[in-house]
């Protein structure tokens, strides 16, 4: 009996592993067939392979459950360039219920297919190349918690067969082409958390009343489609939303009348840019917990509620553009979270309490176009986060407090066309404003010379008051792109290197001035007597930083001493190649001398060119100033550089460190730099090849914002930094250094270099955090550079100013904007030129919001190339602070 029982035993066991292994290959093979139907430019699925040894459950993206033995539940293979035919046996999977294909090529209708997985729960095809209609057959997907077919080529109608998903939590069709309008299903999706049906610009429908039947919805993301008539009443029943973003709709009418008071969970209403009307929603602020309420662009009337302040989480209060009438609510300056309050172009009026003071994370206020009256707050200098403060086109009156700049970030002032008198107050504290406007007002008094030490002073208006007395020497110190002091009350002798350059129309009005090229001749007499200090000062600033530039290179030497001692005593050296290079680190030692050096290297440290015993040439980038980062982040950090793959961005094709040194391997490109090749005297380059250096460094760096996962900023681009091959294919260089020498050293030596270089954005002085919009910056001075033909920085130059200001200046001009193109360039492509010049203006625009994506900079320049007509040369694009004029189409 007991050796049977023990018999049964073993068999039933074996029996059990028999079943085990026979489910486990056949789950191999379904997902060896899927793996043949699945094109994988990058390799990414190499562990799919039954030789490897390695159990599928342990293969790339496939997760198992261990009930009732190892399953496959989950495919996760999303953002590796994937395309093909999603196959159906995929579905042999009988436990598998989650399939993320997100971020890949696949170009393919919708695969119906995929509802035979009988688990199938999450299907996620967000942006790959689905293209098509939703068929009448999408039922079929009954079982579907979670559908995402966001961001692709989806069109036509939504069927009314999709209301059978009845268990759908998440339903996102966002950014695709559907149209029509939406069906009348919607209140079937009874568990539904998420729906977005934003950007399909081709939707022309009501929203679907029974969307107010939804009782779990979460999030609500109708934004930038089609959608028109009025918000439904049933929208009051959405009590548990937090998010609801309905704007750039064509929506109309009036709010439902308890929008407000229902929704208590609301974190974010957005309804901005639609044509709806009516009083602002009342009770909106009864949740407490709504942080963006923003209903701009709207026909919305009346005053707006008192109850505003009880909001105590709101960060984003954006009203402007619309009819709004009365005052600021009493508190809403004591909101301790306010950051940004934009109420432009209504009809406000009431006057600013001296308690503005008490929103101490204040950042932009934009008021102008009102009828606010009574002084400027005294409060204002107090709110040390304010960097924006725009109020013109009002009734302010009486005297500018004497503080009203203390903010240490303030960077842009608008109190044009006010009735604000008095004298101009002395502004030391302001070090980092960019741009005043104090036009007609009935300032008096004189210009405040202490305007001339204010280092980044770009933007001057200080047209129509009743300023007197001469325009102070110093202020030729100041490189402004404008100064416009036109009628006001000035005399004497205009500082000679004010005006080269400058409109003349920015000095009339004032008859008491004079000099070379206005009405009035100055009597002859004293040279401007300031100029020998000036010249004395100049000489004690170049010699300091000749001190600081030597005391640098001494302390380089010193670290590579101690560097070289390091080696022979411990001689611990990794290295990690991504190509099949035959190098070694003795070969690295003795190919680095002074010969090999290309340049004299960025601030991270100097390239040098080595040739390989195979013959095959690369650069070495020798770091230095790296921070304490462990050998371990280092690798990973450089490897998720090293994985880049785009025509436009340099490969690197390993990397070698000791605890002292790291050294970056990069494919050698002999041209050079195209920074080097805009500084010899015989740069030639045709405009066509031009173009085309300028559509790779655009795409190269669109391909680092959007492009690669994670996405990364370059933070250092300058014409230096891009590198080009032997067919002149621009390729970007020395990007994303601040991941493997850390972000404090990064900022540091960044700092210390590069703070008075051109191709950094005016924001870079006051805010620390690194943005793509600064990229996007650099990127302008570098296109201004192939259009000019002339270097960035270039010291040398007469008038000395940067290229963005020197361009502007003479944009300023009528026709100007073609005495900035490269002489050496054929005329015949000016139309083009042109074209890449407003670009290049709109990339280096002051106010960061308003520069392109690289994804739109890349559009805008190909259509140039493809001969198409520049989209935007409406005068609204442009940066309306900087008077530029469009160039002549
Ligand atoms: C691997 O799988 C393929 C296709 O499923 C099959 O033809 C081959 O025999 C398998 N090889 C091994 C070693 O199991
Ligand atoms: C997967 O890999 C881990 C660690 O490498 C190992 O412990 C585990 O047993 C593997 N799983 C299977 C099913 O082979
Ligand atoms: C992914 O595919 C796109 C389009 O074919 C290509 O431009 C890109 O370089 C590829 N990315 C990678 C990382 O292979
Ligand atoms: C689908 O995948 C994309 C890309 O990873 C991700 O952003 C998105 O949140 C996923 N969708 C859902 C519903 O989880
Ligand atoms: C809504 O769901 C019910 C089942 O819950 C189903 O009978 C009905 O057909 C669905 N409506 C639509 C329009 O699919
Ligand atoms: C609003 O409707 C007008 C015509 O009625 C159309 O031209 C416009 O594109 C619509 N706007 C949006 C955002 O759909
Ligand atoms: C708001 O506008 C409506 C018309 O759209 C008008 O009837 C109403 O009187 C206006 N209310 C105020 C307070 O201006
Ligand atoms: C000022 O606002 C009104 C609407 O209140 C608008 O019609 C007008 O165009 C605005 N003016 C400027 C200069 O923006
Ligand atoms: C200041 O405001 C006026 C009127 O709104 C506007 O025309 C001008 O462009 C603004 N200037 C600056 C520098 O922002």
Redesign the pocket.
């Known amino acids: 009996m007991a050796t049977v029982c023990k018999c049964t035993f073993l068999l039933s066991l074996c029996f059990t592993f028999f079943i085990f292994s026979t489910a486990s290959t056949q789950e191999a093979d379904a997902l060896l067939n899927f793996k043949s139907f699945i094109d994988d430019p990058k390799n990414s699925l190499s562990s799919w392979s039954n030789t490897s040894g390695v159990h599928h459950c342990n293969w790339t993206g496939i997760t198992c459950i261990p009930t009732p033995s190892l399953y496959v539940s989950s495919i996760d293979l999303?953002?590796l360039n994937l395309s093909g035919e999603i196959p159906s046996s995929i579905c042999e999977l009988p436990y598998l219920s989650h399939l993320?294909l997100?971020?890949n090529l696949f170009n393919q209708p919708i695969p119906l297919h995929l509802s035979q997985c009988s688990s199938l729960e999450?299907l996620?095809?967000?942006?790959n190349l689905i293209w098509g209609t939703i068929p009448d057959q999408i039922s079929q997907f009954d079982a579907l918690k979670?559908?995402?077919l966001?961001r692709n080529h989806v069109e036509g109608k939504i069927p009314e067969t999709i209301g059978s998903l009845v268990h759908l939590q998440?339903l996102?069709l966002g950014s695709n082409l559907l149209s029509g309008s939406v069906p009348f299903v919607f209140g079937n999706f009874s568990e539904l958390a998420?729906l977005d049906l934003s950007q399909n610009a081709y939707l022309a429908s009501e929203i679907p009343t029974d969307i107010g039947k939804l009782d779990k919805l979460e999030q609500l993301f109708l934004q930038r489609s089609g959608f028109l008539g009025e918000i439904p009443e049933s929208f009051v029943g959405l009590y548990n939303l937090i998010t609801l973003d309905l704007s750039q709709n064509n929506l109309t009418g009036k709010l439902p009348l308890a929008l407000g008071s229902s929704l208590k969970k609301l974190v974010s209403f957005d309804i901005s840019e639609n044509k709806l009307l009516g009083s602002f929603p009342g009770a909106i602020c009864d949740g407490k917990r709504l942080k963006l309420l923003s209903l701009h662009t709207n026909f919305f009337n009346g005053s707006i509620p008192e109850s505003i302040p009880e909001c105590l989480n709101l960060e984003v209060f954006q009203v402007q553009n619309n009819g709004f009438s009365g005052g600021f609510p009493n508190g809403l300056w004591s909101i301790p979270k306010l950051m940004l309050v934009r109420a432009e172009n209504n009809r406000l009026s009431g006057e600013l309490p001296d308690s503005i003071s008490m929103a101490a994370q204040l950042e932009q206020v934009q008021i102008d176009n009102n009828s606010f009256t009574g002084k400027i707050p005294q409060g204002l200098g107090l709110v040390k986060s304010l960097y924006r403060f725009s109020a013109s086109l009002n009734g302010f009156s009486g005297e500018i407090p004497p503080n009203f700049c203390d903010s240490p970030v303030m960077s842009i002032i608008n109190l044009s066309h006010n009735t604000l008198s008095g004298q101009i107050p002395e502004l030391k504290k302001c070090r980092k404003l960019v741009s005043l406007s104090l036009a007609d007002n009935s300032l008096t008094g004189e210009i405040p010379p202490s305007l001339a030490e204010l280092p980044v002073l770009t933007y001057l208006d200080l047209s129509h008051n009743h300023l007197s007395g001469s325009i102070a020497p110093g202020l030729q110190n100041l490189k402004l792109a404008l100064f416009n002091v036109s009628f006001n009350q000035l005399t004497g002798r205009v500082p000679s290197s004010l005006i080269s350059g400058l409109p003349a129309s920015f000095l009339e009005g004032n008859p008491g001035l004079c000099g070379p090229e206005l009405p009035n001749p100055c009597p002859d007499g004293h040279p401007e007597r300031h100029s020998a200090g000036l010249t004395t000062l100049t000489y004690a600033l170049i010699s300091i930083a000749f001190a600081i530039a030597t005391m640098i290179v001494a302390a380089g030497v010193f670290v590579f001493h101690r560097y070289s001692k390091a080696k022979s005593q411990t001689g611990v050296w990794r290295s990690v190649f991504f190509y099949p290079l035959r190098l070694t680190e003795h070969d690295l030692m003795t190919g680095m001398d002074e010969k090999s050096a290309l340049g004299n290297g960025g601030p991270f440290g100097r390239v040098y060119m080595i040739s390989l015993p195979s013959g095959e040439q690369v650069a070495i980038k020798k770091l230095v100033n790296f921070g304490a980062q462990p050998s371990k982040a280092l690798k990973a950090e450089v490897k998720t550089l090293a994985k880049m793959r785009h025509k436009n961005v340099i490969k690197i094709l390993g990397f070698c460190h000791s605890d002292v040194s790291v050294f970056l391997i990069y494919e050698f490109l002999e041209k050079g730099s195209l920074g080097d090749l805009i500084c010899r005297p015989d740069f030639q380059l045709q405009w066509s090849a031009r173009l085309r250096v300028a559509v790779g460094v655009a795409q190269g760096l669109a391909y680092l914002h959007k492009g690669y996962v994670p996405h990364m900023l370059h933070r250092n681009l300058k014409s230096t930094n891009i590198l080009l091959d032997a067919d002149y294919e621009p390729k970007l260089t020395d990007f994303a250094l601040d991941r493997i020498v850390g972000d404090a050293a990064f900022q540091s030596t960044i700092a210390s270099e590069f703070a008075h270089s051109c191709y950094n954005a005016p924001e870079c002085k006051y805010s620390k955090k690194a943005s793509e919009q600064m990229d996007v910056y650099g990127y302008g001075v570098v296109l201004l550079e192939l259009i000019t033909g002339r270097q960035a920085d270039d010291i040398e130059s007469s008038d000395s100013l940067d290229i963005v200001k020197w361009v502007r200046r003479k944009v300023n001009i009528t026709n100007g904007a073609l005495q900035v193109i490269d002489p050496k360039i054929s005329s015949s492509s000016q139309k083009e030129i042109l074209g890449a010049l407003e670009i290049a203006l709109r990339c280096t625009a002051v106010i960061p919001e308003k520069r392109p994506s690289m994804l739109e900079v890349v559009r805008t320049l190909e259509s140039l190339k493809a001969g198409g007509c520049v989209p935007n040369l409406e005068l609204s694009t442009w940066d309306s602070e900087e008077q530029v004029q469009p160039p002549p189409a």
Not at 124 to 127: A, E, T, V
Request: negative net charge; charged residues 10%; without cysteine.
């Open positions: 999303q953002s993320n997100a971020d999450t996620n095809l967000s942006n979670v559908l995402d966001s998440v996102n998420l």
